[in-house]
């Protein structure tokens, strides 16, 4: 069993979701390279699961193209998607339809480009198709490049219809003109008195992204936090149960040296190879706080899988820590603190506690992978001076790593850190995949492959912190 699906053979790329009679229809674009064994079938590929952690054997559609959306009107499903061109590079909008989700019609005829007067040909895809009923007809947001004085062109494209098969271009529904990349895998929904739209982009930033307004037309507000998740997440969109909404994205895997990032090539991990096009299946759990902004915390199916708790012994390394049952703490103003446990991380499993800092706290880590003498591991740094969460991974402790690293941040989440304030936190482990959620409210996304069967840790810098709650969990029986 996994806790974040991955096929085998392959990755899981942008995904489709859908769902209905309580169960997740979710379509996806498959990555297969580099595998080439008779069992590979390319195009779009439908998993089915009730709880997001449990699913059934995937099956291919025989949709050949990019991302789309699925939806269903009177009794019979529409599928959109998106086609290629090259030489010179075109983007084309697709249709089919169906009655089980399995066997499609295609219209070829309805296959339809932009409108060049308002927008480039070279990006329309990544259709999603809505019902507005404030317009009283279908509006279809797409992956675009409006016209423009620069090269700052990237823009959520609309189009609109009354019958779901001819349609009318419009002007932009979101044109910054702020991101050279075209807004990938666009989400539009509406929920608590908010519009919220939800795309990728993967030039100046690299992340899912959102903007909410009062109105379906805008004006678009940028909210302080707009991203669900760091690098390490991507091409995600939304889907509700009726009760709770989640974001699919991918994890990705980390199996190339694309870009000769290694600079020795006879080093046998994956952490410093660079990151590939799809990975594992992540889905987050989104809510809105008071003021409209969303959060992110853990699908409800991980704890109801992780059922047996292991009992966590420590060993102090510097510091004055006390330490009892399901609590450690230490105060070292002037220098840094480490423990170390005496249980290895499991390949499946959750670390979580609850944790709170005095004033003046440099900062503060929670260790996945740490060896004996407290070096080398995957360290998730709490820095309540920048307000953020920090990963730093084993290379950056290596020389090998201060001679790759031009920057000093690997990845980072901001987070409100406050002192005196009881703050929770889960590490979900999945064998490369690590999943972190700070507070119900923050995500962050990570892929590290080169260490295993070592220890968890906890570090102080200059400072006093109090880790409460401390709970290892593991899977239970199926």
């Known amino acids: 069993m996994q806790l974040f699906y991955t096929p085998d053979h392959a990755r899981?790329?942008?995904?489709?979701?859908?769902?209905?009679?309580?169960?997740?229809?979710?379509?996806?674009?498959?990555?297969?390279?580099?595998?080439?064994?008779?069992?590979?079938?390319?195009?779009?590929?439908?998993?089915?699961t009730k709880d997001l952690i449990h699913y059934e054997s995937e099956t291919a559609i025989g949709i050949l193209g990019g991302t789309g959306c699925i939806i269903k009107v009177e009794g019979l499903y529409h599928l959109y998607y998106c086609v290629f061109e090259d030489q010179p590079q075109r983007q084309y909008v697709c249709h089919a339809t169906s009655t089980d989700l399995t066997n499609w019609t295609k219209y070829p005829d309805e296959t339809f480009g932009p409108d060049e007067s308002i927008y480039l040909l070279t990006d329309w895809r990544d259709p999603h198709v809505i019902w507005n009923e404030e317009e009283k007809c279908w509006w279809m947001i797409l992956c675009a490049q409006n016209q423009g004085n620069t090269k700052r062109r990237g823009c959520v494209g609309l189009c609109k219809s009354a019958d779901l098969h001819h349609w009318t271009c419009c002007e932009p529904l979101y044109?910054?003109?702020?991101?050279?990349?075209?807004?990938?895998?666009?989400?539009?929904?509406?929920?608590?008195?908010?519009?919220?739209?939800?795309?990728?982009?993967?030039?100046?930033?690299?992340?899912?992204?959102y903007r909410m307004s009062r109105s379906c037309n805008g004006p678009w507000i940028c909210p302080k936090t707009d991203s669900f998740d760091g690098r390490a997440f991507y091409?995600?969109?939304?889907?509700?149960?009726?009760?709770?909404?989640?974001?699919?994205?991918?994890?990705?895997?980390?199996?190339?040296?694309?870009?000769?990032?290694?600079?020795?090539?006879?080093?046998?991990?994956?952490?410093?190879?660079?990151?590939?096009?799809?990975?594992?299946?992540?889905?987050?759990?989104?809510?809105?706080?008071?003021?409209?902004?969303?959060?992110?915390?853990?699908?409800?199916?991980?704890?109801?899988?992780?059922?047996?708790?292991?009992?966590?012994?420590?060993?102090?390394?510097?510091?004055?820590?006390?330490?009892?049952?399901?609590?450690?703490?230490?105060?070292?103003?002037?220098?840094?603190?480490?423990i170390i446990s005496e249980n290895d991380v499991p390949h499946q499993g959750c670390l979580s506690l609850d944790f709170t800092f005095t004033p003046g706290t440099e900062r503060f880590a929670v260790v996945l992978q740490a060896d004996q003498e407290f070096a080398r591991g995957y360290y998730f740094y709490l820095d309540p001076k920048r307000q953020r969460i920090e990963y730093k991974s084993a290379i950056r402790m290596h020389e090998q790593g201060g001679w790759t690293f031009q920057y000093d941040v690997e990845l980072e989440r901001p987070v409100e850190l406050i002192p005196n304030q009881t703050y929770s936190m889960e590490i979900f482990v999945d064998e490369s995949v690590m999943e972190v959620y700070v507070n119900d409210e923050v995500a962050m996304s990570v892929r590290a492959y080169d260490l295993h069967d070592r220890k968890f840790g906890l570090a102080v810098s200059d400072g006093a912190v109090k880790f409460e709650n401390v709970k290892l969990t593991t899977l239970g029986e199926l």
Not at 186 to 194: A, E, K, R, S, T
Request: hydrophobic share 30%.
């Open 12 to 48: 899981v790329g942008d995904v489709i979701p859908y769902y209905e009679n309580g169960e997740f229809k979710l379509f996806y674009l498959k990555n297969w390279n580099p595998y080439f064994g008779s069992d590979k079938t390319y195009g779009w590929h439908l998993l089915t």
């Open 175 to 209: 044109a910054p003109q702020s991101s050279m990349s075209a807004y990938e895998c666009p989400d539009l929904f509406y929920m608590n008195g908010w519009w919220y739209l939800v795309f990728s982009q993967f030039t100046d930033r690299f992340q899912t992204l």
């Open 235 to 338: 091409a995600a969109k939304t889907c509700s149960d009726g009760e709770h909404r989640y974001i699919f994205g991918w994890n990705p895997t980390r199996t190339q040296n694309t870009w000769n990032f290694d600079p020795d090539p006879t080093h046998e991990g994956y952490d410093y190879k660079t990151y590939d096009w799809g990975g594992s299946l992540v889905p987050h759990e989104i809510y809105a706080r008071e003021d409209g902004t969303l959060a992110v915390r853990s699908n409800p199916a991980l704890k109801k899988a992780l059922t047996v708790s292991n009992e966590i012994k420590w060993i102090p390394l510097n510091g004055d820590w006390k330490v009892d049952q399901t609590s450690v703490n230490v105060d070292s103003p002037i220098a840094y603190a480490s």
